[in-house]
């Protein structure tokens, strides 16, 4: 005999999809309310800049400027980290969208569809997290960067600061480290590489795992391509080039070059 033969009375569950619409309603409505909370306490450009020079200073590296970034290191990080990141204005709502869907849908915070705005943000304002109410923080700030800050000079702080792996931060830094190079004389290849170690350095490098190495510079290659940096057959050139060649100096090299 069913429940209700037995005169019980039984609540009908939400469903999941009513669950996870109530989910993503709260979700918004907390990153909106932590928005609100931190845009009276907004840092300015002026701010951001005096932060990211003390940080620099600090570490004795290289602060880049726009014009000393190379076009292919620039490409590789834009192609990777944040495709719209011209067109959009600190925060792309397609990304937090898409983020905030997929957490909803696994009931975590998993995703945080960060700009490459954010992601300087995070690092230099939020201790390098941006989870949970921190998150409408680095939205909020990134907002007024993104419409405040030259896009150039966004992405020369981003480079100047970011993690690399090995105790380095910058890709200055890094190029030396890992190739021998100033950022200047980076190949393609080393570019694509390079560009695809911000996201996870330790697991990336490519003297301790060279074939997860090899993967996410196929990965950086194809999303070039799928911009249009750079032709299926520049990527399939750069793809076939050894990680680190006999000719790179490893380590031998001024990253103020």
């Not at 067109?87 to 397609?94: E, F, K, L, R, W």
């Amino acid at each position: 005999m069913t429940a209700s033969e037995h005169g019980i009375s039984i609540r009908a569950p939400l469903t999941y999809k009513w669950r996870r619409q109530r989910w993503l309603l709260g979700a918004v409505l907390l990153i909106s309310v932590a928005a609100a909370l931190g845009a009276a306490l907004l840092p300015s450009p002026a701010g951001l800049q005096s932060r990211i020079q003390a940080l620099v200073a600090a570490r004795g590296d290289v602060l880049l400027q726009p014009s000393g970034i190379p076009t292919l290191l620039a490409e590789a990080v834009i192609a990777t980290e944040d495709e719209r990141f011209y067109s959009n204005h600190g925060i792309d709502v397609v990304s937090i969208g898409r983020a905030l869907w997929f957490d909803a849908s696994h009931r975590c915070t998993c995703q945080g569809g960060s700009t490459i705005t954010e992601q300087l943000v995070k690092d230099v304002y939020l201790n390098g997290s941006d989870r949970g109410l921190a998150k409408g923080a680095d939205l909020a700030i990134a907002l007024k960067l993104g419409l405040a800050m030259p896009k150039g000079q966004v992405l020369a702080d981003y480079l100047s600061e970011i993690p690399t792996g090995r105790g380095l931060y910058g890709v200055s830094a890094a190029a030396c480290a890992y190739f021998g190079q100033p950022i200047g004389e980076l190949s393609l290849a080393h570019a694509a590489l390079l560009a695809g170690m911000a996201q996870a350095p330790s697991a990336y490098d490519p003297r301790f795992d060279p074939s997860a190495a090899i993967r996410r510079r196929a990965e950086v290659l194809s999303a070039m391509v799928s911009e249009g940096f750079i032709s299926s057959q520049q990527a399939t050139e750069a793809g076939a080039t050894p990680l680190i060649a006999a000719s790179d100096g490893y380590g031998q090299c001024s990253k103020r070059s």
